[in-house]
């Protein structure tokens, strides 16, 4: 494993599945994630996960719609690290395959589960079949588009120690590896990994050489769990996909909070905040090209 003392806070300003119902302030149209992903920036956020939403609210892989994202948030001079989700999105039909064609809007990174899962939706099952053959196209789809991978192992151990070990064994992806360990999903999600400490030291434990980690967590999870990432030298991700909540009963206001809190309790626990360049460093990515950006507001 790597290890650095910079830190890495990626900010998800909004998932698959809940929308303003949940909390007001999650947003939805592009416009609305650029401007969360601009005030998370500003707190600190050198990485940005993106969940993209159609006219209806429902989440879409329409490459226009990321695309359109992109540029909102580019045109304000923001340099984040762009990640795109290659979840399906929530229209009728929709399937994992969709979500290739979220590369077609040219992510920097791209999050993909590693294994399959279940997820469990007022009443009803929702299968997602990221079997090894799908990874397996997924991977190579990356490796010819030169898209780093995000492997998001919901399966926990099982996608760490056997899918994870096959992929990076079997085909040319850069190291570092970057694996997200996804924590404390049971409640919808069947076979998820609940979040304990020693869980998490477990896992930890597991990762294969030349590999970096961040750890989310949801709901009241959120917070002890990326603690003890940072504390074990990994990185931290927050926002609203994670937890609409800001503490017990208070919904959040911002995603740019949480961003705020993680951002101090890492340079209390001697990590310093990596500025979108030094994550980009870090995760072996190119320089980010063309606009050049203004200067955020915490610079750390």
Same mark, same amino acid.
Request: hydrophobic share 40%; glycine share 8%; charged share 25%.
């Given at each position: 494993?790597?290890?650095?003392?910079?830190?890495?806070?990626?900010?998800?300003?909004?998932?698959?599945?809940?929308?303003?119902?949940?909390?007001?302030?999650?947003?939805?149209?592009?416009?609305?994630?650029?401007?969360?992903?601009?005030?998370?920036?500003?707190?600190?956020?050198?990485?940005?996960?993106?969940?993209?939403?159609?006219?209806?609210?429902?989440?879409?892989?329409?490459?226009?719609?990321?695309?359109?994202?992109?540029?909102?948030?580019?045109?304000?001079?923001?340099?984040?690290?762009?990640?795109?989700?290659?979840?399906?999105?929530?229209?009728?039909?929709?399937?994992?395959?969709?979500?290739?064609?979220?590369?077609?809007?040219?992510?920097?990174?791209?999050?993909?589960?590693?294994?399959?899962?279940?997820?469990?939706?007022?009443?009803?099952?929702?299968?997602?079949?990221?079997?090894?053959?799908?990874?397996?196209?997924?991977?190579?789809?990356?490796?010819?588009?030169?898209?780093?991978?995000?492997?998001?192992?919901?399966?926990?151990?099982?996608?760490?120690?056997?899918?994870?070990?096959?992929?990076?064994?079997?085909?040319?992806?850069?190291?570092?590896?970057?694996?997200?360990?996804?924590? @404390? =999903?049971?409640?919808?999600?069947?076979? #998820? $990994? /609940?979040?304990?400490? &020693?869980? *998490?030291?477990? +896992?930890?434990?597991?990762?294969?050489?030349?590999?970096?980690?961040?750890?989310?967590?949801?709901?009241?999870?959120?917070?002890?769990?990326?603690?003890?990432?940072?504390?074990?030298?990994?990185?931290?991700?927050?926002?609203?996909?994670?937890?609409?909540?800001?503490?017990?009963?208070?919904?959040?206001?911002?995603?740019?909070?949480?961003?705020?809190?993680?951002?101090?309790? @890492? =340079?209390?626990?001697?990590?310093?905040? #990596? $500025? /979108?360049?030094?994550? &980009?460093? *870090?995760?072996? +990515?190119?320089?980010?090209?063309?606009?050049?950006?203004?200067?955020?507001?915490?610079?750390?």
């Amino acid at each position: 494993m790597i290890v650095t003392d910079k830190l890495i806070v990626c900010v998800a300003p909004c998932g698959s599945f809940l929308g303003k119902e949940a909390n007001p302030n999650i947003p939805t149209s592009p416009e609305e994630i650029a401007e969360e992903v601009y005030r998370a920036w500003n707190e600190g956020a050198s990485l940005a996960h993106i969940h993209a939403r159609n006219n209806e609210g429902m989440a879409t892989t329409d490459p226009e719609v990321f695309r359109e994202i992109t540029h909102l948030i580019k045109e304000k001079g923001c340099d984040i690290v762009l990640e795109f989700s290659t979840s399906p999105g929530r229209e009728e039909g929709a399937s994992v395959e969709d979500g290739f064609r979220v590369l077609e809007a040219s992510p920097e990174l791209v999050s993909f589960n590693v294994g399959v899962a279940v997820f469990m939706r007022a009443g009803s099952e929702q299968i997602r079949p990221w079997t090894r053959s799908f990874t397996e196209r997924m991977i190579k789809a990356l490796l010819e588009r030169d898209i780093k991978p995000e492997f998001e192992l919901h399966g926990g151990l099982g996608s760490l120690a056997v899918e994870v070990k096959y992929l990076i064994e079997n085909y040319p992806i850069a190291k570092p590896y970057w694996i997200d360990f996804p924590l @404390g =999903m049971q409640r919808t999600a069947q076979n #998820a $990994t /609940p979040y304990t400490p &020693r869980t *998490l030291m477990h +896992l930890v434990d597991q990762l294969p050489p030349d590999s970096m980690f961040m750890t989310l967590a949801v709901g009241a999870d959120e917070t002890p769990a990326v603690v003890q990432s940072i504390l074990l030298g990994g990185h931290a991700r927050v926002g609203f996909e994670d937890n609409i909540y800001y503490s017990r009963g208070v919904l959040a206001k911002s995603n740019a909070e949480y961003v705020t809190r993680i951002a101090r309790i @890492g =340079m209390d626990l001697g990590r310093t905040i #990596a $500025t /979108p360049a030094e994550a &980009r460093d *870090l995760l072996g +990515l190119s320089e980010l090209q063309g606009k050049k950006s203004t200067t955020r507001k915490r610079n750390d």
